[in-house]
């Protein structure tokens, strides 16, 4: 039995879905995120510094801006705006329609290291990893240092303007997401990737949110069985499906294995989309992917 056949076997992908290879012509994929009032899946290529887009009805991907600073993961909100993470800014901003606006670039005077992957939770305010790889690897941003000292997660509240850690015991987190009722936090870490084999860290913890801020409980969701959880988007059942070497894993919500999709190239992140919300887009190395699935993303529960 296949992985792919143990996902159609739980009722996650139709039975005979394949993967479809989509576009290519990118050096490393990065931040997938569907547009639905263009029908467009837009993503970065963060080497080229360009961001690239495939319009569902013409099949065709398109340049939809260059000389981005290195924009990295980003998501839909819910104003139809696009909440992106910025390597070159060492930032978290907003596009809307082109027009790039400034959410956070800072936390107590110093400025972040390179935000990474975001999620938007559902009271507005902007959820955010903040790792060293835009400012140590120069093929993605810019060189610099940690002017705080460390990798955390952030939390931004466009409205007041508040900016607070809100996960400090992650090594180098990297991929987020929230479960459907947004109690639980998501994060992966993946401080395993520059260092020698059997260093550093390759989990994805899960965190209890309390008051819609603090996170406890910190314990190891799951472990990928290939490479790293760079990263990944929430079910709506709760299962979370990870980018990995190999392409893609899905576990469930008690860490449980699923399945996988397996693709030719290193896998970095994914997400739902397309018209009714349930075709998973991959960005894995120089190409993007997808496969037909029976799911729509854990944002989707809450509209």
Request: aromatic share 10%.
């Amino acid at each position: 039995m296949t992985r792919l056949t143990d996902l159609a076997d739980a009722g996650l992908v139709p039975a005979g879905a394949a993967p479809e290879r989509l576009a290519t012509g990118a050096i490393w994929s990065e931040g997938p995120c569907w547009i639905p009032a263009s029908r467009t899946l837009r993503w970065s290529d963060i080497p080229n510094d360009r961001i690239l887009q495939w319009s569902w009805d013409t099949g065709e991907m398109s340049v939809y801006a260059s000389g981005v600073e290195f924009t990295n993961g980003r998501v839909i909100d819910d104003d139809g705006s696009v909440v992106q993470c910025s390597h070159g800014r060492r930032r978290v901003e907003r596009d809307r329609d082109g027009v790039i606006e400034v959410i956070a670039d800072q936390w107590n005077g110093y400025r972040f290291n390179s935000p990474n992957d975001v999620v938007v939770k559902r009271d507005g305010t902007v959820w955010f990893t903040d790792p060293p790889y835009g400012i140590i690897e120069a093929r993605e941003g810019h060189p610099g240092f940690r002017e705080y000292g460390d990798h955390w997660v952030f939390r931004a509240d466009p409205v007041t303007g508040d900016v607070r850690p809100v996960v400090l015991d992650v090594e180098e987190p990297n991929g987020l997401a929230f479960s459907p009722d947004e109690s639980v936090l998501y994060v992966a870490d993946t401080s395993s990737a520059r260092q020698p084999a059997g260093v550093g860290n390759r989990c994805i913890r899960a965190y209890d949110v309390t008051d819609g801020v603090r996170c406890k409980n910190s314990r190891v969701f799951a472990t990928v069985g290939s490479g790293l959880a760079d990263g990944f988007r929430v079910d709506a059942a709760g299962n979370v499906w990870t980018s990995c070497a190999t392409g893609v894993e899905v576990y469930a919500p008690d860490g449980e294995f699923l399945g996988a999709v397996d693709l030719p190239e290193l896998t970095a992140n994914l997400c739902f989309g397309g018209p009714d919300g349930t075709t998973l887009f991959a960005a894995a190395s120089t190409s993007l992917y997808s496969i037909a699935t029976t799911t729509t993303d854990a944002r989707l529960t809450r509209r």
